[in-house]
């Protein structure tokens, strides 16, 4: 099972905005962005909360949830 450690394609989605217009925005390749949406890499901290300006989110928003690991 793969881990997700963002959620930058959902909130594209609920926004019905596409990787390509993200890219543009944040000045990245559409490689770039496509990979941090699919998880396989993720955006540097800076730039999280960059795309979370953009996007009109918190960047907390952008985070998954780590639901294996609960808090102790």
């Given at each position: 099972m793969?881990?997700?450690?963002n959620r930058i394609k959902a909130v594209l989605v609920e926004q019905?905005?596409?990787s390509k217009w993200l890219s543009e925005q944040v000045?990245?390749?559409?490689?770039?962005?496509s990979r941090w949406c699919s998880n396989q890499i993720q955006p540097p901290l800076e730039v999280l909360f960059q795309i979370a300006d953009?996007?009109?989110v918190d960047v907390c928003t952008l985070l998954a949830?780590?639901?294996k690991s609960p808090r102790r």
């Open positions: 793969s881990t997700r450690y019905e905005k596409t000045g990245r390749s559409k490689g770039t962005v953009v996007l009109e949830k780590n639901e």
